[in-house]
């Protein structure tokens, strides 16, 4: 039987989420935890690759395991969801564990991802782990204009991390915009704006795709902020993903500010 797992997390002191020698994973510690509780080893299949201290509200995974012949049978998998979290560290939250068909993959059966990046021309000591803090002048509805282009492409070879081995760099990205990030309830800069009061100094970038490349969305907002600095102007911004040259793009910001917000099947 194949199983879901719906969770999310806090990636400040993980290495990513994808099992690594020499550094503890997200995906390590879920597969410890299953492989305890369900007395097997246990493989975890992950929707995508978040890199190191990028946050997820919503990752998901998928397991095979006869789960009623083993010692979560009674409970079932709300059992076995409970079971989890006790054992997980609190960075760590399953929220939904779910028999799905066997031929629904976690990574390959997903429709669309979409990422957040938070950032904020202000200083807070209670955002610097969630948030970009910046004292640059940002030109928003340039940024804004800019991140429309992307829609007009397929080929992202410019925003892809150098020397990987990924076999095509096209992606279908659906929505890419600056949203004030007050506007919604789940902003992680929240505190931020009673000391800002008539000023908008948080924003976040939301971007939707079918797939990512790898640093992908990190590499798009570093060369954006390029153009809200007026450093390169939108036919520049439009010649980087036409040259399709890493080295044209703006540098790649730091993970961790970048949100894993939701997955779509």
Sequence with gaps: MRYFIHLSYDGTRYHGWQIQPNGITVEGEIERCLSTLLRTSIDV???????????????????????????????GVSTLQYRLNRMLPP???????????????????????????????????????????????????????????????????????????????LCNIMEAKWIPADNITQSPTRPLTSCNVGTQTEWYFRIKANRFLRNMVRAIVGTLI????????????????????????????????LFLELIEY
């Excluded at 690759?49 to 395991?65: K, L, S």
């Excluded at 993959?105 to 669309?112: C, I, L, V, Y």
């Design 45 to 75: 299949v992950g929707a995508g690759r978040t890199d190191a201290g990028v946050h997820a509200r919503h990752m998901v995974a998928h397991f095979d395991a006869e789960l009623p012949t083993l010692s979560c049978k009674r409970g």
């Design 91 to 169: 960075d760590i939250y399953i929220y939904k564990v779910e028999e799905v068909d066997d031929t629904m993959h976690a990574r390959f059966s997903a429709k669309a991802r979409t990422y957040h990046y938070y950032i904020s021309t202000s200083r807070s000591p209670f955002a610097r782990q969630y948030v970009w803090q910046t004292h640059l002048d940002l030109d928003f509805p340039l940024m804004n204009r800019a991140a429309a282009m992307l829609m007009d492409y397929n080929d992202f070879a410019c925003f892809c991390k150098s020397h990987t081995d990924v076999k095509t760099t």
């Design 226 to 257: 390029e153009v809200g600095r007026h450093r390169m102007t939108l036919d520049d911004f439009r010649l980087v993903i036409e040259g399709k040259k890493r080295t044209q793009a703006g540098e790649s910001m730091p993970g961790n500010a």
